[in-house]
T-cell receptor
Framework: DTGVSQNPRHKITKRGQNVTFRCDPI?????LYWYRQTLGQGPEFLTYFQNEAQLEKSRLLSDRFSAERPKGSFSTLEIQRTEQGDSAMYLC??????????FGQGTRLTVV | GNSVTQMEGPVTLSEEAFLTINCTYT??????LFWYVQYPGEGLQLLLK?????DKGSNKGFEATYRKETTSFHLEKGSVQVSDSAVYFCALSDLRWGNDMRFGAGTRLTVKP
């Protein structure tokens, strides 16, 4: 399978715990994006990497959120001290260049 | 800033009916426009795209034409199938204003046999 891969697919955590999600982009795609999607809404941009450099961050990405892309391959998104409002689908996308992006199946986070 | 407005759903059609899902956009430049489809429990799949005015994107019987004069990118299909039941998202991307893609809220389509 050469698509964007995200793990885990589902995560249930207690409020206050830290969680980390992983995204493996399509091989050779140098651009990687994280989005958040809440129920009944379209995805909202969180952050963007070109290779290993994090070039853009949305205001939605509070200081509890951090993303990395070491070596410009896979990426991780960590949420510290989770809150119930963090419950959402976290989507990763990659591209070789503009304009379109190819999305993974997402990680659904439930904070209880 | 750039934004996308989609026709509110849900939309329920009978099999073989004609589908239109309206999408209009606001952009100060010349964005690229997209339709993505999301099946239950899945991520988004690119359905079609258009990168400049008057371009027509098409795929799997779906079509959308980039209309600059009306700032629209309506999705159409002549004869829907039960398997088309999903949520459809209109989106735009304008690299001059950042690397993010802006999405509409989505329109849920249910096709009944």
């Amino acid at each position: 399978d050469t698509g964007v891969s995200q793990n885990p697919r589902h995560k249930i955590t207690k409020r206050g715990q830290n969680v980390t999600f992983r995204c493996d982009p399509i091989s050779e795609h140098n651009r990687l994006y994280w989005y958040r999607q809440t129920l009944g809404q379209g995805p909202e941009f969180l952050t963007y990497f070109q290779n290993e450099a994090q070039l853009e961050k949305s205001r939605l990405l509070s200081d509890r959120f951090s993303a990395e892309r070491p070596k410009g391959s896979f990426s991780t998104l960590e949420i510290q001290r989770t809150e119930q409002g963090d419950s959402a689908m976290y989507l990763c996308a990659s591209s070789l260049g503009p304009p379109e992006a190819f999305f993974g199946q997402g990680t659904r986070l439930t904070v209880v | 800033g750039n934004s996308v407005t989609q026709m509110e759903g849900p939309v329920t059609l009978s099999e073989e009916a004609f589908l239109t899902i309206n999408c209009t956009y606001t952009a100060t430049g010349y964005p690229s426009l997209f339709w993505y489809v999301q099946y239950p429990g899945e991520g988004l799949q690119l359905l079609l795209k258009a990168t400049k005015a008057d371009d027509k994107g098409s795929n799997k019987g779906f079509e959308a034409t980039y209309r600059k004069e009306t700032t629209s990118f309506h999705l159409e299909k002549g004869s829907v199938q039960v398997s088309d039941s999903a949520v459809y998202f209109c989106a735009l991307s304008d690299l001059r204003w950042g690397n993010d893609m802006r999405f509409g809220a989505g329109t849920r389509l249910t096709v009944k046999p």
